[in-house]
């Protein structure tokens, strides 16, 4: 899988635990995409992450920062 589904899968995440999420209009390399909820905003990053296990072998992991 690409980065791109990948990083679909993080919209979802987000989406899943009551999340919205906005993603930037211009080209950024600072974050992926913005998830906010009860005025607490996060920016996420979405990476590839390889072969974490045997059993997960398309894995991905998130990284988050506060604004």
């Known amino acids: 899988m690409d980065w ?3 990083e679909v899968q993080g919209y979802a995440y987000y989406i899943e635990r009551g999340y ?3 993603v ?3 080209d950024t390399s600072g974050y992926d995409f913005i998830a906010e909820r009860d005025g607490n905003c996060l920016r996420v990053n979405v990476k ?3 072969l974490k296990s045997r059993k997960h072998k398309n894995s991905w992991s998130i990284s ?3 604004t």
């Open 64 to 66: 988050k920062t506060g």
């Open 48 to 50: 590839v992450a390889g």
């Open 4 to 6: 791109k589904t990948k």
């Open 24 to 26: 930037p209009i211009v």
């Open 20 to 22: 919205r999420v906005s």
